[in-house]
């Protein structure tokens, strides 16, 4: 785990010496612990961007994008967005989606599109032209941004196996809320 966060209530030296979280839990909600899982571990990303696009000076170029869930033990991947970095000579585009929305930004040059949740039935995909104007420079595209949620799941494969509780007479209901969010991560088209 990288950048580890502790509720003050956690004894530090107890998950330093033991790896166990004890604490005294404060009244109310509250998160006890957060991370992040750094790109030397090595985790699955639990979806895939499958992509087309061959972008020449002066024409009219064809986009074509697919994304899906990939290692998703069965969990529904949501929140799911794309900002697409487009070169500085492509003037518009003129797409079709068969699922979200996208937007053009012809000033910041990015396309971003909107999917949500993701059907597994019925892959998101967006394509059409992408219109280019004459120029010498190169003509790379980077899908720069790739947001989702996941509840429920943990890539990290951190989990509670059981919960102790010392000093009360009931049985605590042993509840964990796991949500898997994208960090940071560029695909070069």
Known sequence: FDDVSFHPCVRFKRWESERILSFIPPDGNFRLMSYHVGSQNIVAIP????????????????????????TTMGRSVEAVKLDICMPKSVTNCS???????????????????????????????????????????????????????????????????????????????KGVKYVTKAGKFQIRM
Do not use: C
């Open 95 to 173: 797409l079709v989606v068969n699922q979200g929305k996208y937007t053009y930004d012809t000033v910041n040059k990015v396309l971003h599109w909107d999917i949500g949740r993701i059907d597994a039935a019925k892959l998101p995909n967006i394509r059409g032209t992408v219109s280019v104007a004459a120029t010498n420079s190169t003509l790379e595209t980077t899908i720069d941004r790739v947001h989702f949620t996941i509840s429920q799941m943990a890539v990290s494969g951190l989990k509670v196996n059981r919960l102790d509780m010392y000093g009360e007479k009931y049985k605590p209901f």
């Open 47 to 70: 979806i895939y961007v499958r992509h087309n696009l061959v972008l020449k000076s002066g024409e009219q170029s064809r986009l074509d994008i697919t994304v899906g869930p990939k």
